[in-house]
Nanobody, 121 residues
Framework: QVQLMESGGGLVQPGGSLRLSCTAS????????????MSWYRQAPGKERDLVAT????????NYADSVKGRFTISRDNARKTLYLQMNNLSSEDTALYYC??????????WGQGTQVTVSS
């Protein structure tokens, strides 16, 4: 059973930075490093869950939501079986619960429990 554990959230001032991590367990490094689609989503209070960034095709395909382009960077470390989201120049609009998601080649879909990011002075 694949499990995803996010970390790195917290309280940060506007203009600050955070790096989120999502570490997978219950999956081999070989499988993790395959052509799986890995994504970060976020959900603000009272709003729907939105896609923030995606990395797929062995890391060759990366896409970002328009609202985070130029500020966020998604990456993966296959050896550590970890997905990252570097977030810079944060604003209050980035406040949300952030989730990682892995869509395996097999079609199985996995979610983490979420990590809270709060941007406030």
């Amino acid at each position: 059973q694949v499990q995803l554990m996010e970390s790195g959230g917290g309280l940060v001032q506007p203009g600050g930075s955070l790096r989120l991590s999502c570490t997978a367990s219950g999956v081999s490094g070989f499988i993790f490093s395959g052509p799986n689609r890995m994504s970060w989503y976020r959900q603000a209070p009272g709003k729907e869950r939105d896609l923030v960034a995606t990395i797929a095709n062995f890391g060759r395909t990366i896409n970002y939501a328009d609202s985070v382009k130029g500020r966020f960077t998604i990456s993966r470390d296959n050896a550590r079986k970890t997905l990252y989201l570097q977030m810079n120049n944060l604003s209050s609009e980035d406040t949300a619960l952030y989730y990682c998601n892995v869509l395996m080649v097999s079609g199985r879909d996995y979610w983490g429990q979420g990590t809270q990011v709060t941007v406030s002075s």
